[in-house]
């Protein structure tokens, strides 16, 4: 009977994280589909190309954070607002729930802990997260305040609490595909960078490696010249 009772208090929990995850992970597959497709020619099998270029652990640390933090911290925070800020669906109390969220929670616990985390699932070290975070911090947490405030207003005023994450977790799709969509177009302009900085230096061994011929031939007949008593 114990069991069934923490059973009963355990599944709405772990049923609606499931779903966070779930969401998230499949926005991350989604934007990554969309970023292959327009990065794959035409010609040839293009389809196993994208399939062969999805990052799946990127997408399973995408999962893993909305199912342990969306489905579990943020909600706990979420019901902390209710019991600071009150229950009422008033202007003045899911203003200060908005305010919170926007100033406090993104900022300083959402978006370092969104890209520390996954970047250690990822295999990153710490050091490299931190150097993710610092790199995507402004544009995530701008874009955050673009999108979510509109949508939390909404959410705190209509939504009831057992149905705000997963009601979230809808909304964050968007989200999240904005996101992974920020940091793979940063890493395809990375890759370019570092292709061009290749070609150029392919071309400069190439162009080095013919002066160095060139003047080695010329060394070559001015020595011959000298033996046959010619002087160049």
């Known amino acids: 009977a114990f069991s069934r009772v923490r059973l009963a208090k355990i599944w709405p929990w772990a049923k609606t ?7 998230a992970a ?25 399939c062969t270029n999805l990052d799946l652990r990127r ?41 919170a969220d926007s100033f406090l929670h993104a900022p300083f616990l959402y978006v370092p802990v969104f890209y520390m985390v996954t970047g250690l699932l990822q295999g990153k070290s710490l050091e490299e997260s931190f150097v993710r975070l610092r790199a995507m911090y402004c544009d995530t947490v701008t874009t955050y305040l673009m999108i979510w405030p509109a949508a939390m207003f909404g959410l705190f005023w209509a939504v009831p609490e057992a149905r705000r994450i997963v009601t979230l977790a809808c909304l964050a799709f968007v989200e999240k595909a904005v996101y992974s969509l920020i940091e793979l177009s940063r890493q395809n302009d990375r890759e370019v960078v570092v292709s061009v900085d290749v070609r150029i230096d392919e071309a400069q061994n190439v162009a080095g490696s013919a002066v ?21």
């Open 212 to 232: 160095n011929s060139v003047a080695s031939e010329k060394g070559t007949l001015a020595i011959g010249g000298l033996r046959d008593g010619h002087v160049p």
């Open 26 to 50: 499949a926005a991350d597959v989604t934007t990554q589909r969309f970023i292959s497709k327009g990065n794959v020619p035409e010609s040839g099998s293009s389809q196993a190309a994208v």
């Open 59 to 99: 997408s399973a640390s995408i999962g893993a954070f909305g199912f342990f933090y969306s489905g579990g911290l943020q909600r706990l925070l979420y019901q902390k607002f209710d019991t600071s800020f009150g229950t009422q669906a008033t202007m003045q109390v899911v203003a200060k729930k908005v305010a």
């Open 17 to 23: 994280a499931a779903q966070s995850g779930g969401i």
